[in-house]
Nanobody, 124 residues
Framework: VQLVESGGGLVEAGGSLRLSCAVSGGTHFSTITSGWFRQSPGKERELVARISKVQGLTYYADSVKGRFTISRDYAKKVVYLQMNNLKPEDTAVYYC?????????????????WGQGTQVTVSS
């Protein structure tokens, strides 16, 4: 599976961004679970949101609940992360990830596939 992110950039606090992750490759889109991770300097990579291949069940980190929404477009084979009410602490490189498990863990080392990352910077 190949994953390519887009949509990062610079935004003021309180603003919004939508990240996209285009999925391609031999594995059928509906057979993978998708997730968005982020990593800022000096910190571990953390799972921000996940959407399962099972019924589209979602998971969100507490820090983004109510502000971020993950979704999938099966026709376009794209995974989105809508980010609203952004805060300076949301500044990080955001990575799209995929895994064959229905509910992969928050541990990034267990995920199968990764994109190259896209920078999100939120100014105060």
């Amino acid at each position: 599976v190949q994953l390519v992110e887009s949509g990062g950039g610079l935004v003021e606090a309180g603003g919004s961004l939508r990240l996209s992750c285009a999925v391609s490759g031999g594995t059928h889109f509906s057979t993978i679970t998708s997730g968005w991770f982020r990593q800022s300097p000096g910190k571990e990579r953390e799972l921000v949101a996940r959407i399962s291949k099972v019924q589209g069940l979602t998971y969100y980190a507490d820090s983004v609940k109510g502000r971020f929404t993950i979704s999938r477009d099966y026709a376009k084979k794209v995974v989105y992360l809508q980010m609203n009410n952004l805060k300076p602490e949301d500044t990080a490189v955001y990575y799209c990830a995929g895994d064959r498990a229905a509910f992969p863990t928050t541990d990034p080392t267990t995920w199968d596939s990764w994109g190259q990352g896209t920078q999100v910077t939120v100014s105060s």
